[in-house]
């Protein structure tokens, strides 16, 4: 190949690279959605091993005519047998499979200065509506889970009522903190985004359930966003500092109309790890 030739390849290369950037594509494909026969389920319960701590408090520094002098940390809410809310439970490894049926618009609600729900799972093409519903100023910062910390978006709400719409494009996979820049500090919640629907939430009693997924070899992961939190340095613009998630794989056989039952338990660690 002559120069010219290797230049042009390059720059088709580059311009599918950009293509499939701007589509928010990644390199291995996207889900594919299509009829699923003879899917398997798998269920099961997440559970904390050990003795279950008492709620976590936090101080209220700011407004605390309006919004309370203490809030109780929604980061761990464990119950009877130790059953843990809010942990999300996926398959990994899943290329196509039945439709996500996911509402076209979700919200997201700022209530007595906390967030409502605590955590938040969306499909691909799903818009994400904030909205304040408290009478102060709030700014809803959004952070991607990752090394980076990447701001994904950053919106002051100052008046009740005032809601935001974020498109898709600019969520990205995976995990996103919020957290409320406005002098809330202990404000945290967790946006999950994925292309496929094989997720679940898990809820006061610790259960997930997984349906209709095509037979076949997977990784089930588990995820629950981490309990400790250190506050940010004052003026260092970043959001507090919190603990590493825990996190848990387990390989997954799913046969034709079958039922897997997986459960998944994880102790609390004895010292604080950050990010």
Known sequence: M????????????????????????????????????????????????????????EPVTKDPDYCGKMKVSPRLIAGKNGAVKNAVVSLEQIAEGK?????????????????????????????????????????????????????????????????TRIAPERLSDGEIRATCDAGHPWMNAYIVRLEHPYVALTGEDGKFEIRDIPPGTYTLRMWHEGVTTKPSRVGSGTPPVVEQPYEASRQVSVEPNG????????ALRSAFVSN
């Open 259 to 266: 039922h897997l039952a997986v459960d998944f338990t994880f």
């Open 99 to 163: 439709k996500w049926n996911a509402p076209a618009i979700a919200l997201l609600h700022q209530r007595k200065c906390e967030y409502d729900p605590h955590v938040l799972v969306l499909g691909p093409h799903t818009e994400l509506d904030i909205v304040n519903d408290d009478p102060i100023l709030h700014n809803v910062h959004g952070y991607e889970q990752r090394e980076s910390l990447r701001s994904v978006f950053n919106i002051a709400q100052p008046l009740k009522g005032q809601k």
């Open 2 to 57: 002559n120069r010219a030739g290797v230049r042009a390849f390059f720059l088709v290369l580059a311009c599918l690279a950009w293509s499939l950037s701007r589509a928010g594509v990644k390199g291995e494909g996207s889900y594919r959605e299509t009829a699923v026969k003879n899917g398997g389920t798998v269920s099961g319960a997440v559970r904390l091993e050990g003795i279950i701590p008492r709620d976590a408090t």
